[in-house]
C-alpha cells in the first residue's frame, strides 16, 4: 500500500483510532524511553517507573519526576500533534485518541477524545486518600504532601506490575474494535496492555498503518509501515 492510498483511507474512515508513544514527542524533544537517551542518572526508566521503587525510595522516584516536569515544562506541541488535532476537529465523531505519554502534550495541542492511558505528568495522586489533583508546581519539595489528608503523594501515573484505569481500557476496547484505520505513531510496542491493541484492531478488520523511525514488535501487523519522523509524516498523511 501506498502513502496515497493510506491517505485515502484516513480521509474516507467510518471511524479512526490513533496509538501515540514517546516518538511523537520526541520530535518536542522529549526523551524516549528505550535507547540510550532515556537513561537519568544511570537507571533505566524500568527500574523507577515501579510501585516497588516508590515504596523503598520515594526521594529518588521524585527527583526523577521532577527532572522530566522541568523538562516537559519547556516543550512543545509540534506538527505531528497539531496534524491530530486538525483531523480530529474535521471528524470528531470518527475519532480517538489513545497515547501512552504522560506529557500532556495532545492536550496541550488541543486534542479532545483522548485516552491518557499511562496517566499526566501533571497530576499527582495521594497514596493515603487517593485524591488525584493538578499540579504544575516546578520544582515540586523533595517529597510533596496532601493538604488533605498530609499522606504522600505520588504522580497520577501508571507504573509497571500496575493497572491502568478500567474507564481507560473500555475505552479503549471500544475504539479499537470499532475503528476502520488504527493508526500507531512512535512507539515501540513492547509494553503491555497498548502492546495487545494493534492485534486486536487487525482481528475486528481494521487496517493498521505505523509510523516510526524503524521496525518494531507491531510492524508485522501492519498495512504500511512508514519509516520517518511523526512531525514529517503524520501532518502527510491527515
Ligand atoms: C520515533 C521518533 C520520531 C523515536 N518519529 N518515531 C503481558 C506480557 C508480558 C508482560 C506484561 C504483560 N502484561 C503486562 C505486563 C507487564 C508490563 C509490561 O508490559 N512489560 C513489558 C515491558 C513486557 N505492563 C504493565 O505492568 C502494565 N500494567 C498491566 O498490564 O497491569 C496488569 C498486569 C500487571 C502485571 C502483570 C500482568 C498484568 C502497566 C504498564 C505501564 C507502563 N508505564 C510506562 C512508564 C510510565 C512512567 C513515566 O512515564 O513516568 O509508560 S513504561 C514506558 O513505556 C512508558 C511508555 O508510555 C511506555 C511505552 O513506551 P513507548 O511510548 O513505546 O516508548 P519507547 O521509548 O519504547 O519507543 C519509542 C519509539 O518511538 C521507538 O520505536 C522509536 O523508534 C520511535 N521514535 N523518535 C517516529 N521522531
Ligand atoms: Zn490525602
Request: hydrophobic share 35%; aromatic share 0%; charged share 15%.
Given at each position: 500500500m501506498t502513502l496515497l492510498a493510506a491517505r485515502s483511507h484516513i480521509a474516507t474512515a467510518r471511524a479512526i483510532t490513533i496509538l501515540t508513544g514517546a516518538g511523537i514527542s520526541a520530535d518536542s524533544g522529549v526523551p524516549t524511553f528505550?535507547?540510550?537517551?532515556?537513561?537519568w542518572r544511570n537507571y533505566r526508566a524500568e527500574d523507577l517507573a515501579t510501585p516497588e521503587a516508590f515504596a523503598s525510595d520515594p526521594r529518588l522516584v521524585w527527583d526523577w519526576y521532577n527532572w522530566r516536569r522541568e523538562l516537559v515544562a519547556t516543550k512543545q506541541p509540534n506538527p505531528a500533534h497539531l496534524a491530530l488535532v486538525d483531523l480530529e476537529r474535521r471528524r470528531p465523531e470518527a475519532f480517538w485518541l489513545i497515547t501512552q505519554n504522560v506529557d500532556g502534550l495532545h492536550h496541550a495541542a488541543g486534542s479532545q477524545h483522548l485516552s491518557e492511558i499511562h496517566g499526566n505528568i501533571w497530576k499527582v495522586r495521594c497514596t493515603g486518600c487517593g485524591l488525584v489533583s493538578d499540579n504544575r508546581t516546578?520544582?515540586?519539595?523533595?517529597?510533596p504532601i496532601c493538604l488533605q489528608c498530609s499522606g504522600l503523594l505520588r504522580p497520577h501515573i501508571v507504573w509497571f506490575g500496575e493497572s491502568l484505569h478500567e474507564d481507560d481500557l473500555r475505552r479503549c476496547n471500544e475504539a479499537l474494535r470499532s475503528c476502520d484505520v488504527l493508526l500507531m505513531i512512535g512507539t515501540s510496542g513492547v509494553v503491555y496492555p497498548a502492546a495487545g491493541f494493534a492485534a486486536i484492531a487487525k482481528q475486528a478488520g481494521a487496517l493498521i498503518i505505523e509510523i516510526n523511525l524503524e521496525n518494531t514488535q507491531q510492524s508485522s501487523l501492519a498495512d504500511l509501515s512508514l519509516q520517518g519522523r511523526a512531525k514529517d509524516l503524520v501532518p502527510l498523511l491527515c
Open positions: 528505550r535507547g540510550p537517551e532515556g537513561l516546578i520544582p515540586l519539595q523533595t517529597l
